[in-house]
Structures are given as C-alpha cells and as structure tokens.
C-alpha cells in the first residue's frame, strides 16, 4: 500500500474553510498504486469517491479543495504562460525578420492553443456560475434559520443559549460563502483580463494599423496636381473662314442669329372719349376710342 494512502486513512475531511465534512474510510487504486479516489463517510450523505487531488494532507486532516478551483487555476496558469511565450515569440521576430518563417509555424500552434483554452474556459465558466447560484441558495437558507430561531426565542420556544448558538453556527457558515463567492469574483475578473491580454497579442493594435496605412499612403504614387485656375475668355475676334472656295462655305447649313428681344413698352392709358377728343390721335388711339363708346 502506498505511503499516502496509509497518511489520510482515519483522518477527518474538512473544506478550505474549515467546514467538517467526513472521515476518509479507504481509497481506490489503479493497477500500478497510484490512489484515484479516496472514500470519505459524510454521515447522512453517505458515501462519498473524491478524487485524490482534491484532497491535501495538512497535519491530523486532509483539506478539500474545490473542483472549479482546480480548474480555474489550471486554465489561469496555461493561458499565462502561452501568453508570454506568444509575447517573448513577438520580441524575438522583432529583433530578428530571418526567422519570422520560423516563427509562424510555432505562433499558430500556441494561437490553437488559445482556441482550445477558451473551450475549456467556457465549462469553467459555466461551473462558476452553477456554484455562485448554489451558494446564493445557501446564504438565504442560512439566513432564514437565524431569522426563524429568532421567533422562536422570542416565542420562549428555545432559551437564549440556543439561540446565541445557531446564530454563532449559521453566522460561520455564512461567513464561508462569503468567502468562498468573493474567490469566485476574483478568478472570474482574472480570466476576464486574461482574454483582454489574449486579444491584444493576437490581435493588431489599432496603432499598428495606423503605422500600417501611413506606411502604405507614403510608398503609393503622389497624386497628379490638378488645374485649379480656369482659363481666360477669348477674346472677340473676327471669324476667318477655313474653306478653300465659296462654295464649301455655302453648302453648309446656315445657322440662324438669335432674334433681338425688343424693348418692353408699356401702352399708355386710353383717353376719354368726349367730343372735343382732338382728331390728331392716331388711329391705335381712334380704335380704343370706338370701343369704350360701344
């Protein structure tokens, strides 16, 4: 039997938080030793397989450390460390444009690498989120008994010396969640400024962009200068004609001028007709007089 198996053998189980949760009964080995699981009797909740990993000796007990905490911390350890080797790869081809063929081939397989990360960081994600919703159902029931024993010690159904005690009780497991819900929010913030470091060194920065096109406009052909000032109206100048004899002139068709506008006059009033009206009017002025005698 293996030596680590003979140490958690008999020892009480407790969470990170100091939660008691069992006593280790027995393990389970592979074929060549190695312990896979370890039994722990959890009382009412029976018999529990917890895989060896999860637990850590620590003097008389063995300290049980979540599964999403292992899993957060492996995913947060992977993902730095292809980050700096994608920037320490970034800094080498810079110092170095003779080995930027090199480069590509190891840059996609750590940018594969990423891709597979952010399939493990969404189960990783989805497990946070499950445990945050079970702690929060955890927190209100706490609250609840502490609220009810409360009625009950004013109800004098309980003394007071039971009631300080589930309050003491509830108030340390209260204490647990809170603790543990605050390490969910910082590996979560964690792997959140992990995808941000992730995205800028695969991504160009808008300043590279920038640099790019300024790079692009300078090697592209200046543009032609383009005539601004417009040319100056001719002046009139006697039409010669081309033709070699009169009669290509002649043939061809004759455009007309253009007829000159008369000037506006405006007719002056017609006069009354009397019978002194003087005969030396003209005769626009003897017909407008006929008509206004009709």
């Not at 896979?36 to 620590?58: A, K, M, P, Y």
């Not at 999403?68 to 080498?92: C, G, V």
């Not at 702690?135 to 029931?141: F, G, H, I, N, R």
């Not at 081309?242 to 001028?257: G, H, K, M, R, V």
Request: hydrophobic share 35%; proline share 5%; charged share 25%.
């Amino acid at each position: 039997m293996p030596q680590d198996n003979i140490e958690i053998i008999g020892k009480n189980v407790k969470d990170m938080y100091g939660t008691f949760m069992g006593k280790v009964i027995g393990t389970m080995t592979d074929i060549d030793g190695s312990i896979q699981t370890v039994g722990v009797d959890c009382g009412s909740q029976g018999l529990q397989q917890i895989q060896f990993d999860q637990l850590v000796s620590q003097g008389d007990v063995v300290i049980f450390i979540p599964k999403w905490r292992l899993d957060s911390q492996r995913l947060i350890r992977e993902k730095q460390l292809t980050l700096r080797r994608l920037k320490a790869l970034i800094d080498i081809v810079s110092d170095n444009d003779d080995m930027k063929e090199d480069a590509e081939i190891i840059h996609e397989k750590y940018k594969s690498k990423l891709v597979s990360l952010d399939e493990t960081e969404t189960q990783i994600k989805a497990k946070l989120e499950g445990r945050l919703a079970e702690l929060d159902e955890q927190l209100k029931s706490a609250k609840m008994l502490v609220f009810d024993a409360k009625l009950q010690h004013k109800s004098d159904e309980i003394s007071a010396t039971t009631f300080e005690t589930v309050k003491a009780c509830t108030n340390s497991l209260i204490e647990h969640i809170t603790h543990e819900t605050a390490e969910i929010s910082n590996v979560q913030k964690r792997i959140t400024d992990l995808n941000v470091e992730a995205q800028s060194a695969t991504e160009p920065t808008p300043q590279n962009i920038q640099d790019s096109a300024v790079t692009y406009l300078d090697n592209s052909e200046q543009p032609q200068n383009v005539q601004t000032i417009l040319p100056e109206a001719p002046i009139n100048e006697p039409i010669t004609s081309t033709f070699d004899s009169p009669s290509e002139a002649e043939a061809l068709p004759q455009i007309p001028e253009a007829p000159v506008e008369a000037a506006t006059t405006f007719p002056e009033p017609p006069q009354q007709v009397t019978p002194e009206t003087s005969k030396d009017t003209t005769d626009d002025n003897d017909w407008l007089a006929r008509m206004e005698a009709q």
